[in-house]
């Protein structure tokens, strides 16, 4: 098999001393301190995760309770503020929500790797819900992992693409699962769904989704291009009149007139004529190096015209001539 390197781990990833292994640990409630927009008093909470709901849940010490379905949420960030000048390992660890309503919300931890924690799971789950247009995002039962290298296997069966994707960081266990693409999955849209269940499905980072849906696009257009070619080169090669000839003539159809002759080759070049019209519609779309492949099947099907002129020519000797530097053309 082909094996090729891609798809480093994002920069965008932050690693974490403490990764859950599952959403499901953060429904133990973490005391935290929440100001909002309207509210910027801080007011102590015991923040929890609903599994089942998506939702944050804030059940507050002076009474109440508030929520934040993650389906609101658009983005999150970590900030920590200086508590002492003169001690700047002393920080303030806050959790920084904005809403799609253009709310804000202010999480305070009592320790950043309860505030990473929690910041790495629910940007996960914003990720994903993004990106499959879903409000409610499966929860994983593995831990979530980078991708680490991705080999290029043979197809089986009606594959048109075969993956196998090893998971994990470079210097810690991982594992391995394979993704496979079917002639009826290749547009852009169905690669981008079968990439985001590939990743839900796998315990992948949600932040892999683009990187992978791109690495899947390059690969799926290189291999139509490989068919299509393969199939245009098969086309070129039974136009050729000589071929045609010995078809009829197995069939039965010796020692007819050149005028029978003279429709095969009609035939063939109307037939060329057609695939040359079909060779940038079919391959000039299909990514890198599709313009050179097209220039080359457009040129060798000018050749094979030639080609069976020169044989109608060797059929009839009393066939008009060509013109002159013909044979330099074909050569």
């Not at 658009?74 to 809403?99: E, G, N």
């Not at 879903?134 to 993956?163: D, W």
Request: proline share 5%; charged share 25%.
């Amino acid at each position: 098999f082909l094996c090729v390197s891609c798809l480093p781990e994002s920069g965008v990833r932050r690693v974490l001393g403490a990764m859950p292994r599952s959403l499901e640990q953060l429904a133990a409630p973490v005391k935290v301190a929440v100001r909002t927009a309207t509210n910027f008093q801080a007011r102590e909470a015991n923040l929890s995760f609903d599994t089942g709901s998506s939702t944050m849940k804030m059940q507050f010490a002076q009474g109440g309770e508030e929520a934040i379905p993650v389906s609101d949420v658009t983005v999150t960030k970590c900030k920590d503020f200086v508590q002492d000048p003169a001690d700047k390992s002393k920080v303030i660890p806050i959790m920084s929500i904005s809403l799609k309503d253009g709310g804000r919300a202010s999480l305070q931890f009592d320790s950043k790797a309860t505030r990473d924690t929690w910041e790495q799971c629910i940007r996960s789950v914003v990720s994903t819900a993004a990106l499959t247009g879903r409000p409610e995002v499966a929860v994983p039962k593995e831990q979530f992992l980078p991708i680490k290298h991705i080999a290029l296997e043979n197809p089986q069966g009606q594959e048109l693409v075969r993956m196998k994707v090893e998971l994990g960081k470079v210097d810690g266990p991982g594992r391995t699962a394979v993704l496979s693409i079917f002639p009826q999955h290749t547009d852009s849209k169905a690669c981008k769904e079968l990439a985001v269940k590939f990743v839900e499905d796998n315990a992948i980072l949600p932040t892999e989704s683009k990187s992978l849906y791109r690495f899947m696009r390059a690969v799926v257009q290189r291999a139509e291009m490989d068919v299509e070619t393969k199939s245009f080169v098969e086309d070129i090669t039974n136009s050729n009149l000589e071929k045609m000839i010995q078809d009829r003539d197995q069939k039965g159809g010796m020692h007819v007139s050149a005028a029978r002759n003279e429709e095969l080759l009609s035939m063939a070049n109307s037939h060329l004529a057609t695939l040359k019209a079909q060779v940038d519609m079919k391959i000039g779309k299909q990514g890198a190096g599709a313009d050179i492949v097209a220039a080359i099947l457009k040129r060798n099907i000018e050749k094979m015209k030639l080609i069976n002129e020169l044989q109608a020519r060797l059929q009839d000797p009393g066939r008009p001539s060509m013109g002159p530097g013909i044979a330099q053309e074909i050569r």
